[in-house]
């Protein structure tokens, strides 16, 4: 999973590069470029309830194979066509398919570790996306100008060759070992079995408060890919998506050299104060952002991002797995998604329309406020669940 996690994502050309393809390529205006990135994170709401619904039912590996599948056929379809706007809305479909299969990674994941060694091999996994991502982004940012389709068919390319190594050497867990999860002090009771995904969530309430405030992150966030390249656009022109690419790279290759080094000295610590602090360096890197005119700030900016986003990334994913029982996590790993997809979703609309009736620097005073808050609301969270415990 780790090698094929790395060629997907060196293929990883057209998700970073969408909103300079929708507005340079297609002619949208920032706000309307939003408003279809916003539309494309609806799309994949109902789609990832439905990707987790079947991960429980039929098993991950039917799901991830044939819509990883489908995902890819539509952005060889995108390479082989004029870029219009049909082209976007089969962006959109694309999206859709691979959406579907994310709930049945997640819970793959899961499945084949315990609480003992989870942390260690999401990040094992998350530094296989970063090292592809590292490369990924500078090829498309080279390949932008005079090759677009090549990004389509590269990034297909690249999904079925890891989809290849998927089908030949990870299998479906056939059954969950009871004493293993005892051991590993894993969420399972057989009180869970028959309950609806709703009064799971009830039951947990933790699984409704913590992905409310990662929402606030993912709004953030969501600039990386939507707002940054605009700004790089507007100042370096048509050189702003080699430009971009580039810290793309920087983004990958500071993420492997200190995923390792970052989940070994922070395993000690509670998950909710590292993902703070991965906060407050979000709100840092925007603010820097806020006043970039010259490409060292921009350095700097995403050093600071990278940093901040490893510490989330390395703990989020573990947290929400050792708090999900064994039986749901197909259903919750489409459930929290959809809910701090909110803030993905939103993100790019609301900063078109500040960009479109503002300025972008005013745009990302407001992404670097959201990112203190959250970073606070996770310490709030924190507090509350240790008052819970000890009740």
Not at 14 to 38: C, D, W
Not at 54 to 66: F, Q, Y
Not at 95 to 116: H, K, M, Q, R, V
């Amino acid at each position: 999973m780790f090698i094929g996690k790395i060629v997907n994502s060196i293929g990883s050309f057209v998700h970073p590069l969408m909103s300079l393809i929708l507005t340079q390529k297609i002619g949208m205006s920032a706000f309307e470029a939003g408003q279809f990135v916003t539309m494309l994170a609806v799309f994949q709401a109902p789609c990832m309830i439905i990707g987790g619904k079947l991960s429980d039912t039929i098993g991950r590996r039917k799901v991830i194979i044939t819509f990883q599948a489908l995902g890819a056929l539509m952005l060889i379809i995108c390479g082989l066509m004029d870029t219009t706007v049909l082209t976007a809305k089969i962006m959109i479909l694309s999206s859709c398919f691979y959406s579907i299969s994310s709930p049945a990674y997640d819970a793959l994941n899961a499945d084949l570790t315990n609480e003992g060694n989870r942390k260690e091999s999401y990040s094992l996994l998350y530094m296989g996306v970063n090292i592809g991502f590292s490369i990924g982004p500078i090829l498309g940012g080279f390949l932008y100008k005079d090759y677009l389709f090549l990004i389509f068919i590269g990034d297909a390319i690249t999904t079925l060759i890891a989809l290849t190594l998927f089908i030949f050497y990870v299998k479906e867990p056939t059954k969950i070992k009871k004493s293993n999860v005892i051991e590993s002090k894993e969420i399972y009771n057989d009180e869970y079995k028959d309950f609806s995904t709703l009064k799971v969530l009830i039951k947990r309430p933790i699984l409704i408060a913590f992905p409310i405030i990662m929402l606030l992150y993912q709004f953030s966030y969501s600039q990386w890919g939507f707002s940054l390249p605009l700004q790089m656009g507007e100042i370096f022109g048509e050189d702003g998506a080699r430009l971009y690419g580039l810290l793309g790279g920087l983004n990958g290759f500071i993420v492997i050299i200190l995923t390792p080094i970052l989940t070994s000295k922070t395993k000690k610590y509670k998950s909710m104060n590292i993902m703070s602090i991965g906060g407050i360096l979000y709100g840092l890197c925007f603010l820097v952002v806020s006043f970039s005119k010259v490409m060292p700030l921009f350095f700097l900016a995403i050093i600071l991002l990278t940093i901040g986003e490893v510490l989330i990334a390395i703990n989020s994913s573990a947290f929400i797995a050792n708090n999900t029982p064994i039986s749901h996590r197909g259903r919750i790993s489409s459930v929290i998604p959809l809910i701090t997809g909110m803030g993905y979703a939103m993100g790019p609309m609301i900063m078109g329309k500040i960009i479109d009736s503002s300025s972008i620097s005013i745009g990302w005073i407001v992404v670097m406020l959201a990112s203190f808050i959250g970073a606070f609301g996770l310490l709030i969270l924190k507090k509350l669940k240790l008052e819970i415990n000890e009740e």
